[in-house]
């Protein structure tokens, strides 16, 4: 079967996500796991020591500055589930608007990304590239800034790492998470129409979770 932009679409629509087995081989397959990740955008945890790192406010967050670089960079390791397939979908995904990364860089380059597809009030994490220390990090933060003033209502990290859980990410059932999808499906989220804010003071104070 070959899998269009449309056709993706409508699998995260239903609550599935497409994976290849490596770099090299060319067939997808579709994973609708029986416990699904999602970071709850009420629940970030962003510690002290990130929340430092952030105040010395000496990089810049943006956009789709780079889109494929960013995707390209998630796919450059020596285990990846991004196939040349998966590449080619996501940039034509991000030419129709629905998929974006949110990078962090400095005077010296990338410090850390995220990247995702957009759909109703949901965002799909696919995956985040960590070049630097605490790099994924701060984009990670800003990302849930951004989301939440945006008025999404679900991010999706479709596994959970301890990476992730040291930040707040949670496990809920496939059908907990089905719930939370056709809710967030039926709103508007406004990724692009809504400014990202760059402030690192402005993203740690409107954080609740600082600890």
């Not at 579709?30 to 952030?54: K, Q, T």
């Not at 003033?149 to 059908?175: C, K, W, Y």
Request: glycine share 8%; proline share 6%; charged share 25%.
């Amino acid at each position: 079967m070959t899998i269009t932009p449309e056709l993706l679409l409508r699998g995260y629509s239903v609550g599935v996500f497409p994976m290849a087995e490596q770099q090299d081989d060319p067939e997808l397959f579709w994973v609708d796991p029986r416990r699904r990740g999602i970071l709850p955008l009420d629940g970030f945890h962003l510690s002290r020591s990130l929340a430092r790192r952030m105040r010395r406010a000496d990089y810049r967050a943006a956009i789709d500055t780079d889109f494929p670089g960013v995707v390209q960079a998630c796919a450059d390791r020596p285990e990846t589930w991004i196939n040349q397939t998966l590449f080619d979908l996501y940039m034509q995904l991000n030419a129709m608007g629905r998929a974006h990364s949110l990078e962090i860089r400095d005077d010296d380059g990338l410090l850390g990304a995220v990247f995702g597809v957009t759909i109703g009030a949901a965002f799909f994490g696919e995956s985040m590239v960590s070049p630097r220390r605490d790099g994924s990090k701060i984009a990670l933060a800003h990302l849930v800034d951004h989301l939440k003033r945006a008025g999404f209502q679900l991010f999706d990290t479709q596994f959970i790492t301890p990476h992730l859980a040291r930040l707040g990410a949670v496990e809920i059932s496939r059908a907990a998470y089905r719930r939370q999808l056709e809710q967030a499906l039926q709103h508007p989220g406004r990724f692009m129409e809504t400014p990202l804010e760059t402030d690192p003071y402005s993203v740690i104070q409107r954080n609740t979770h600082t600890s």
